[in-house]
């Protein structure tokens, strides 16, 4: 049995899943989950006639949804930097993921953020059809960011994954 010469550099065998490789897609990940978490707050539908217009936020609706998905996934990518668990960063992409099928959802159809918000005042919904037809519909900035931010969440995951991997 050899013993280790004294002031030896040892190398350490590299740790699956380990290391900090993916630490630096985790914070663009981080920023991405930023920005849909401002986003969720911000005007997503532009609401418009005869001069007048008014924007619903995000969190009248589905930004609620984005909002706590962007929270989850920057919980996740912090804690797969602290661990040093590139696995852990990598599951940030999901909240990622469910934030952007929200964002495309309301950018498709405009009118379901309002009518979520009108139903939530108790409006009916053939009231709510009327309404929504005689007005011009627009998105906001605030989808946008939001959209942005969860393909940038996404993408921060799918490289700490392979960044981890290496």
């Known amino acids: ?32 989950a930023a920005l849909v978490l401002v986003g969720s707050f911000l005007p997503w539908v532009k609401l418009s006639t005869e001069g007048l217009s008014e ?16 929270i989850a996934a920057i ?15 990598a599951a940030g992409a999901l909240p990622g993921l469910v934030a952007l099928v ?10 379901r953020l309002p009518t979520q918000q009108a139903e939530d005042k108790g409006a009916d919904s053939d009231t709510i059809k009327e309404v929504l037809q005689g007005l011009d519909l627009s998105n906001s900035y605030g989808i946008y960011v939001v ?5 940038v969440t ?4 799918v490289l700490a994954y392979l960044r981890g991997r290496g």
């Open 154 to 157: 996404v993408a921060g995951g």
């Open 102 to 111: 929200f964002a495309v959802l309301n950018m498709v159809d405009k009118e």
């Open 55 to 70: 924007t619903v936020k995000g969190n009248d609706g589905d930004g609620i949804i984005t909002l706590v998905a962007a």
């Open 1 to 32: 049995m050899t013993s280790p010469v004294y002031g030896a550099q040892h190398s350490s065998p590299p740790v699956a899943g380990g290391g900090q490789g993916h630490a630096q897609p985790s914070y663009i990940g981080m920023l991405g």
């Open 75 to 89: 919980v996740l990518f912090g804690v797969g930097v602290a661990m040093r668990k590139a696995a852990v960063s």
């Open 147 to 151: 959209l942005i931010g969860a393909l």
